[in-house]
């Protein structure tokens, strides 16, 4: 199978690529020419330079393709311009499945994220038939993503075979950039969490995400959203498995929401407008932070043969890769 797909210099994307590697597909992989082609090395496919902003230039790829997947994302919790952010999710997503419509490409697998859907502070554990709207939406990042997946959702109803997939939060070796996901493990490893919030996420083994997308190229039904999850955690319990796995102790002390709001608020101001660097928390992360992300994968479980794991062992070979790579001692 010849596949186009976009995104595979990033953390799930590479993922993605080796995963449709080992299945003996055809790859064709978009890069940009600023793109670090480290996570590629060993990966046979060819390399397609080019932008998802410039859309057009990439027909010529998609020439004889039996299936797009579409990895790429602008996954950025703090942007001095959104506009970009938006040109890149949304109007680049639109623009793809235009031409894979346009190049006769019979599939189309669009990575969305679990932030497209309904979390609620009460932790209740939300599926793919949550209602959800784009009010619900917190920041640029969520609603850029929301938009996309519209769009994608729009598509399928006018008869594309478009399956859209919805990883939690993935985690794993190779987070090169690393993701605000990534950002933790760091920060955890270097001894700069001192306190924690009261917030939960669902982590997955990104190598559980990544052969998902291998069974949603023959098994996902167009239109259809799975959730990509494994362990629905507190915060304070990743940190707990984190000392666990490293020694390093975890931290006891809650931080009130208000607090953390007013930190923000002064890292935003100070590191990111004035000094023009990424800012160590965000208003946007605070406010999402209030919801606890806790999902159900049965859907992807019952429909596409996804193995919902036990996150251990992916918080271990992070762990591992982060302090092999320089990124903590």
């Known amino acids: 199978m010849k596949i186009f797909l976009t995104g595979a210099t990033g953390f799930v994307g590479h993922h993605v690529a080796k995963a449709l590697a080992a299945e003996g597909a055809n790859l064709r992989m978009l890069v940009r020419k600023s793109s670090n082609l480290a996570n590629l090395k060993g990966i046979d496919g060819d390399l397609v330079v080019g932008d998802l902003l410039d859309p057009q230039a990439l027909r010529a790829a998609l020439a004889d393709c039996d299936a797009v997947m579409h990895v790429a994302a602008d996954y950025r919790l703090w942007i001095p311009d959104p506009d970009a952010m938006y040109r890149a999710n949304v109007d680049g997503t639109r623009a793809l499945l235009r031409l894979a419509r ?16 309904h979390f609620r502070t009460d932790g209740m554990v939300i599926n793919e038939d949550t209602p959800v709207s784009l009010d619900d939406m917190v920041g640029h990042y969520k609603r850029s993503k929301f938009l996309a997946e519209q769009e994608a959702l729009h598509a399928a109803a006018q008869g594309q075979q478009v399956v859209i997939l919805n990883p ?21 490893l270097k ?14 083994d990104v190598a559980e995400v990544a052969r998902a997308h291998v069974l949603a190229l023959t098994k996902g039904a167009p239109g259809r959203r799975y959730i990509l999850g ?30 953390a709001t007013t930190y923000a608020f002064f890292e935003e101001w100070i590191t990111g407008r004035i000094l023009r660097r990424e800012p160590r ?23 596409l043969g996804f193995n919902i794991a036990p996150v251990y062992p992916a918080l271990r070979a992070a762990i591992e890769w982060f302090r092999l790579n320089g990124y903590a001692p």
């Open 102 to 117: 346009e190049s006769g490409v019979k599939r189309f697998v669009y990575t969305s994220s679990v932030a497209t859907m």
């Open 281 to 303: 928390a965000t208003l946007e992360e605070v406010r999402m932070g209030r919801k606890k992300m806790f999902a159900s994968s049965a859907r992807a479980q019952q429909e």
């Open 168 to 188: 939690t939060t993935p985690i794993g070796p190779n987070d090169r950039k690393p993701t605000p996901t990534g950002r933790i493990f760091v920060d955890f």
């Open 191 to 204: 001894r700069k969490f001192p306190a924690y919030v009261d917030t939960g996420l669902n982590l997955v």
């Open 230 to 259: 494994g362990e629905n955690l507190t915060l304070k319990q990743i940190l707990d498995k984190m000392s666990a796995i490293t020694g390093i102790p975890s931290p006891t002390a809650k931080i009130p929401f208000a607090v």
